[in-house]
């Protein structure tokens, strides 16, 4: 598996997941003390109290655990540490390394 390492503030990074990420693909977001890997299955671009949101329902894989749960990245982004997408049917693995957001 080819593997991509990109640096990116956490902006940066919400738009490559609003631009890259589809349903079926596998993402593992770090964020605050929480690591929630899984299979995307709704990604919701809507607005949200008129600001633009990024709200990604996963399937979170795990041995003891099978759940969904829905994230929303505008709301952690500025606690987001590193973003793992494996686009399905596709031999690639995209690592990015989150750098503090300007606040």
Do not use: W
């Amino acid at each position: 598996m080819n593997t991509k390492e990109l640096k990116m503030d956490c902006d940066e990074a919400i738009e490559y997941i609003k631009n890259n990420v589809e349903e079926g693909d596998t993402l593992e977001l770090s964020y605050n003390r929480v690591f929630t890997p899984g299979e995307v299955l709704n990604i919701d671009t809507s607005e949200y109290d008129g600001e633009e949101g990024l709200k990604v329902l996963i399937h979170v894989s795990g041995d003891t655990l099978a759940s969904t749960v829905e994230v929303d990245l505008e709301e952690v982004k500025d606690d987001l540490i590193e973003v793992i997408h494996v686009p399905k049917n596709q031999n690639e693995k995209v690592i990015i390394l989150i750098e503090k957001c300007e606040i």
